[in-house]
């Protein structure tokens, strides 16, 4: 006989042993999801009994997690700015810190916009919800891309899917570009934490020796896709703030700014693209 209790209690210790740090949350999540059952289930029907099969199915995501696999990839979905994502080993599971270059994006209020390095789409998804008229999401990743179509579909907006290797496979003018680009530098990726580095897709993370390979890249050809007074936008690492505000300021681009996440670091880089007569 399995009680819902006696499963949980056997989940939260064997994540706890783990040193997993938040082994409560990542327990209760995982049983629920293995039975099917909101969270206050586990507290109103604690004594109600289960069967092997569920019981089985809930051990099965415990021993993954003590695998380091992220709890998103175990159940399959994430949340990011109140909208809900499938999420899978081809994608990036989308970090709150993002919210940050979405909020600052919506701030301009652009009507057409593209996404470069879309993944699971979050980004082009929530600006096409939130306000976008037009969203175009480019990927050179056909199984991200393939992720990032779901995504769309799951949230009731419409997006414009591009195969491209950055702005290979693009055509036209945008009121805005917005990227969150691989920017960890190639020799630190062995040194992430296993649950980013052994399950997460490394396509998505090698930003180069410097991590800056795409940022250049992207802030050299974004002008001729731009419209004059249009808005490039960029998530950083923590500490490239500098970095990435000069390329962009070497490039062109006024009124750079560097926002800062809710922790207090660096997490975002804005400029406003203007033809070059206007710059001066």
Same mark, same amino acid.
């Given at each position: 006989?399995?009680?819902?209790?006696?499963?949980?209690?056997?989940?939260?210790?064997? *994540?706890? &042993?783990?040193?997993?740090?938040?082994?409560s *949350?990542?327990a209760?999540l995982?049983?629920? =999801? =293995?039975?099917?059952?909101?969270? !206050?289930?586990?507290v109103?029907?604690?004594?109600?009994?289960?069967? &092997?099969?569920?019981?089985k199915?809930?051990?099965?995501?415990?021993?993954?997690r003590?695998?380091?696999?992220?709890?998103?990839?175990?159940?399959?979905?994430?949340? #990011?700015?109140?909208?809900?994502?499938?999420?899978?080993k081809?994608?990036?599971?989308?970090?709150?810190?993002?919210?940050v270059?979405?909020?600052?994006?919506?701030?301009? /209020?652009?009507k057409?916009v593209?996404?470069?390095?879309t993944?699971?789409?979050?980004?082009?998804?929530a600006?096409?919800?939130?306000? =976008?008229?037009?969203? +175009?999401a =480019?990927? !050179?990743?056909?199984?991200?891309?393939?992720?990032? @179509?779901?995504n769309?579909?799951?949230?009731?907006?419409?997006?414009?899917?591009?195969?491209?290797?950055?702005?290979?496979?693009?055509c036209?003018?945008f009121?805005?570009?917005?990227s969150?680009?691989?920017? $960890? @530098?190639?020799?630190?990726i062995?040194? *992430?934490?296993?649950?980013?580095?052994?399950?997460?897709?490394? %396509?998505? %993370?090698?930003?180069?020796i410097?991590?800056?390979?795409?940022?250049?890249? !992207?802030?050299e050809? &974004?002008?001729?896709?731009?419209?004059?007074?249009? *808005?490039?936008? #960029?998530e950083?690492?923590?500490?490239?703030?500098?970095?990435?505000?000069?390329?962009?300021? /070497?490039?062109? #681009?006024?009124d750079?700014?560097? $926002?800062?996440? %809710?922790?207090?670091?660096?997490? +975002?880089v804005?400029?406003i693209?203007? @033809? +070059?007569?206007? /710059?001066?």
């Amino acid at each position: 006989m399995y009680l819902i209790k006696d499963v949980l209690k056997s989940a939260k210790d064997r *994540l706890r &042993a783990s040193g997993d740090e938040t082994w409560s *949350l990542d327990a209760e999540l995982l049983v629920c =999801a =293995a039975l099917g059952v909101e969270r !206050i289930r586990l507290v109103t029907h604690d004594t109600d009994e289960i069967g &092997a099969e569920a019981a089985k199915k809930a051990e099965a995501f415990v021993e993954r997690r003590l695998g380091h696999e992220p709890v998103q990839y175990i159940l399959g979905h994430c949340e #990011f700015m109140g909208l809900k994502y499938l999420v899978n080993k081809n994608v990036l599971i989308p970090r709150p810190d993002t919210e940050v270059l979405v909020e600052e994006v919506l701030k301009y /209020r652009p009507k057409n916009v593209l996404d470069i390095g879309t993944g699971s789409g979050a980004i082009a998804v929530a600006l096409a919800k939130y306000g =976008a008229e037009s969203v +175009t999401a =480019a990927d !050179i990743s056909e199984k991200a891309l393939e992720t990032a @179509k779901i995504n769309a579909e799951l949230n009731g907006v419409e997006i414009n899917f591009v195969k491209s290797d950055l702005f290979d496979n693009i055509c036209g003018k945008f009121d805005a570009i917005v990227s969150n680009p691989p920017y $960890i @530098k190639s020799g630190e990726i062995a040194g *992430l934490e296993s649950n980013v580095r052994d399950h997460e897709p490394h %396509l998505a %993370l090698d930003g180069g020796i410097d991590g800056l390979r795409f940022y250049r890249r !992207i802030t050299e050809r &974004a002008p001729d896709f731009l419209c004059e007074n249009a *808005l490039l936008a #960029f998530e950083i690492g923590y500490d490239q703030g500098e970095e990435v505000s000069g390329l962009m300021l /070497r490039s062109g #681009f006024a009124d750079v700014k560097i $926002i800062k996440d %809710l922790a207090g670091l660096d997490r +975002t880089v804005t400029g406003i693209w203007q @033809k +070059t007569e206007v /710059r001066g």
